[in-house]
């Protein structure tokens, strides 16, 4: 303790290996937890890829349910899933981009603007149960839209909302101020100035924040079971009105089932739906990527 | 300079305003999905709106298993019939079923005295219909050499709450066995099957130590007990079927004599003859009356109470007597209103047939 008082140890002298072996020892740190994450990752997509790549096939996509595991399939489930996801993101996309622009652009940057923010920041983080709840009460019964696919999208636009309001306004404000500033000199009013500059130079940062806000709806239950989503629907929903199942209710319907063979349907539920995931991505990606050269 | 040529483009008319709005965007891309996704539904799905025709049930996930399979044979012999089934639970189930929701309400007990209110009040009438038996399995390890039966007395000495953090250890149950840590594995506290072990042992609904490791699915509880020598746990009976070699049954005695001496073994036959007390439990379907107006609605409840009887097995139940599925089409057919069970009363007490046939 004592002899490691500072007059003791001489700074200039000590060599350059020893001055950046912090460095070193946290970027090895950085690489170890990286590791061990990307290994978690390995080992439950081995497990799942083992239980259920045997079960994958056109007749498991093609087929309704059953309650014997080897003909029983995902079909209602991952039209439900798309379809429901389809809508959610038709509603929460010009709701959420409409409200950052004006948020970001139009709002006078106050009190108020600052409350609205923290609120909207909050409403991120409420567990999604509870919008189940707003929505089987609201949706479902106040506007009598019933269990209908139109009720879950709403739902799950609820549940996206904050996310797609909050990365919209990051992007806008990444935009940088002599664009804006270039348009209005050119003598463009502020609406054609958003509209021609800064909302196409913010759309890869609006669209990655859609997925990841779109990414977490399609793993949602909870709600959707609150709303009054079904497990068992032996046809795809044919309207806004219908009544619907998504994957992740056939999942957990299939894990808690007695008999080991649906397990490995849940196994096999469980890669749709991360390739249907991985799909969204891809789409996302191209399209922003087309966006990004175009703005080049 | 490619910033003025865009701009330059962007005030042409209509072309440039579809492709600057990333909203629009966004929304081309989802309206294809969706397109697309609804150009290929099945031609019989086709055709009026969908409240009409469409059998809706929800409820239990216990009797889940047993819908879904008389759904898909009623479906199968019905071409064009649109059954459709949902797991909001028992509570869930009746709530929706008294706001006349949905036309049949899947019960693992039957409707509550507040539930009774609800449905009252809103003028929902309803026959109750048992369809099945659904039996509780208390499990050991297969390692487990001394528990070769069990008392409901030990049960409850074991599970009530102030058994909590005190009764710890094998031998404090019964002398003579070891002196080692107990690990309880059990259901949930939403489960049915929680719900009915604590109001069969306990005499109570929910009451229950809180220390034992639980698992909403009892997948989860097998595993844990298969794991484990020194590990006691209870699920429901088709678990412990399908996983019969990773785990040993206890036998549970009653003390009463009249419905079968000493302690009994949970099976097909000791569920449905009652003497496998008292933790075997009739499970219900509760058809809406005004539902059964409806002619699909009458024939898929038919159907459940005839060809449904041989499914029930096929999905891990076990099936009533004959007599009294005989009873139960008695019902039904006299359209009998109403429940058999006065609200919490405890259906361990009296067997079924004997309540069918008042």
């Known amino acids: 303790m004592t002899d490691a008082s500072p007059a003791a140890v001489p700074t200039p002298v000590r060599p350059p290996f020893l001055r950046h072996s912090g460095d070193r020892l946290l970027g090895l740190f950085g690489l170890l937890v990286m590791l061990l994450a990307l290994a978690a990752l390995a080992a439950l997509l081995f497990d799942i ?29 991952l039209a439900g899933s798309v379809y429901v996801i389809g809508i959610t993101a038709l509603i929460a996309v010009p709701l959420g981009v409409g409200a950052a622009v004006y948020l970001e652009e139009y ?30 009460g609201l949706f479902v019964r106040i506007f009598g839209m019933g269990r209908s696919v139109l009720a879950g999208s ?30 209005y000199a050119l003598g463009a009013t502020k609406w054609q100035t958003i509209q021609h500059q800064v909302l196409p130079a913010a759309l890869p940062g609006v669209l990655t924040g859609l997925i990841l806000a779109l990414s977490r709806a399609i793993g949602e239950t909870a709600p959707l079971i609150t709303i009054g989503a079904l497990t068992y629907v032996p046809f795809l929903p044919d309207g806004l009105w219908s009544p619907f199942t998504v994957l992740p209710i056939q999942i957990f319907n299939w894990v808690s089932r007695p008999q080991a063979a649906f397990a490995e349907n849940a196994a096999a539920g469980i890669l749709v739906l991360l390739v249907l995931l991985l799909a969204m991505n891809a789409v996302a990606i191209v399209v922003r990527d087309r966006f990004q050269r175009r703005a080049q | 300079m490619s910033q003025t040529h865009r701009t330059r483009a962007g005030w042409a008319p209509h072309a440039g305003w579809t492709r600057s709005l990333p909203g629009t965007a966004g929304v081309l891309v989802w309206t294809m999905v969706v397109a697309a996704c609804g150009g290929g539904q099945t031609p019989g ?128 149950i019964r002398d003579g066995w070891p002196d080692r840590e107990i690990h309880l594995f059990g259901p949930g506290v939403d489960s049915g099957t929680f719900d009915y072990f604590t109001e069969a042992i306990m005499g109570k609904a929910d009451e229950s130590r809180g220390d034992y490791t639980s698992s909403e699915d009892d997948n989860v509880i097998v595993q844990g007990i298969s794991g484990d020598e020194f590990a006691l746990g209870y699920f429901g009976f088709a678990y412990y079927e399908e996983n019969a070699g990773k785990l040993k049954l206890v036998p549970v005695d009653d003390g009463n004599e009249a419905n079968g001496a000493g302690p009994i073994l949970p099976s097909p036959e000791t569920v449905k003859n009652g003497s496998y007390a008292p933790l075997s439990r009739p499970i219900f379907v509760y058809p809406k009356v005004k539902a059964l ?30 007599r009294e599925y005989e009873l139960v089409r008695g019902r039904f057919t006299a359209k009998q209103v109403g429940s058999m069970y006065q609200g919490t009363e405890s259906h361990s007490s009296v067997s079924l047939e004997q309540r069918l046939a008042q």
């Open chain 1, 49 to 77: 890829t083992r239980d259920g790549i045997g079960r994958l096939s056109w007749q498991f996509l093609t087929s309704y349910p059953s309650r014997r595991a080897a003909e029983a399939g995902i079909l209602p489930a």
């Open chain 1, 107 to 136: 709002e006078a940057q106050g009190r108020l603007s600052r409350l609205i923010e923290i609120n909207i920041a909050n409403l991120a983080g409420v567990p999604s149960i509870i919008y189940g709840l707003l929505g089987l």
């Open chain 1, 154 to 183: 709403c739902t799950l636009a609820l549940l996206v909302l904050p996310t797609v309001i909050i990365s919209t306004r990051e992007a806008l404000r990444a935009v940088p101020k002599s664009l804006r500033e270039g348009s």
């Open chain 2, 45 to 172: 799905a086709a055709g009026g709106p969908a409240g009409d025709t469409v059998i809706r049930i929800d409820g239990s996930s216990t009797v889940f298993p047993v819908t879904e399979a008389v759904a898909e044979e009623f479906q199968k012999a019905n071409p064009g019939a649109r059954v459709t089934v949902g797991i909001s639970g028992t509570g869930g189930g009746f709530q929706k079923f008294c706001r006349d929701e949905i036309d049949l309400a899947d019960a693992s007990r039957p409707i509550s005295a507040s539930e009774k209110d609800a449905c009252q009040a809103t003028g929902v009438d309803y026959i109750e219909l048992p369809v099945a038996y659904d039996g509780l399995a208390v499990v050991v390890n297969p390692k487990n050499s001394w528990a070769a039966s069990m008392t409901v007395a030990e049960l409850k000495k074991l599970w009530e709450p102030a058994a909590q953090g005190k009764v710890m250890r094998w031998n404090q």
């Open chain 2, 293 to 322: 107006d409806r002619p699909e609605v009458r024939s898929f409840v038919d159907f459940y109470l005839t060809q449904g009887v041989p499914l029930v097995r096929e999905v891990g139940y076990i099936p009533l007597s004959d």
